[in-house]
C-alpha cells in the first residue's frame, strides 16, 4: 500500500508541474533502457530527440514515475579515463536533433520502483523551460551479441 501511495503521489506531482507540451515540437525516437538483473539500482535510458518546431527547445529535466529519481549526464573520457558529469539542461536547436547514447549524453535512471523486463514501458517526462512538457514511453529490451554490438 505504502508504495502504491507513493507512486501516485509522484505521478500527482508530474501531472500539476507542467501542461501538455503545446505544439508538440519535440518527438522521441529510438528510445530503449537495456533490461538488467532486478538487484540493479541504477539504469540508463537512450533516445533520440528531434525538434520539430520553428523555435530552439530547452530541456531542463527528464523524470519518471518509475524511478525515485532521474539525472542527465554526460560522458567526458580525460586522459583515458571515462567519467561522467552532470548536465543541467539540453538545448536542440530548431530543426535539429539530439541524440542520448551509450558513451555519450545519457539519461541515469536512479532506484527503479518495479522490477523492468523486456517487454515492459517506462514514463518519462520531458520537461522544456516554457513549462511544458512531454511524456512518452520507452521500452525495456534486451540486447545480446550483434544487436548489443550495433547500438555502441
Not at 507513493?6 to 518527438?27: I, K, V
Request: hydrophobic share 45%.
Amino acid at each position: 500500500m505504502k508504495t502504491v501511495l507513493a507512486f501516485l503521489h509522484a505521478a500527482l506531482g508530474l501531472l500539476l508541474s507542467c501542461s501538455p507540451a503545446a505544439g508538440a515540437t519535440l518527438e522521441v525516437h529510438d528510445s530503449w533502457i537495456r533490461e538488467a538483473p532486478p538487484t540493479v539500482s541504477v539504469l540508463a535510458a537512450y533516445m533520440v530527440i528531434s525538434n520539430t518546431g520553428g523555435t530552439p527547445a530547452e530541456i531542463t529535466a527528464i523524470t519518471s514515475p518509475d524511478f525515485d529519481h532521474t539525472e542527465l549526464h554526460r560522458t567526458i573520457v580525460e586522459s583515458g579515463i571515462a567519467r561522467m558529469a552532470p548536465l543541467e539542461k539540453l538545448e536542440i536547436p530548431a530543426g535539429e536533433k539530439i541524440s542520448l547514447e551509450p558513451g555519450g549524453i545519457h539519461l541515469m535512471l536512479i532506484n527503479p520502483q518495479r522490477p523492468l523486463r523486456e517487454g515492459d514501458l517506462v514514463t518519462l517526462v520531458i520537461h522544456r523551460a516554457d513549462g511544458f512538457c512531454n511524456t512518452f514511453a520507452v521500452p525495456v529490451i534486451r540486447e545480446t551479441g550483434e544487436a548489443a554490438h550495433q547500438r555502441h
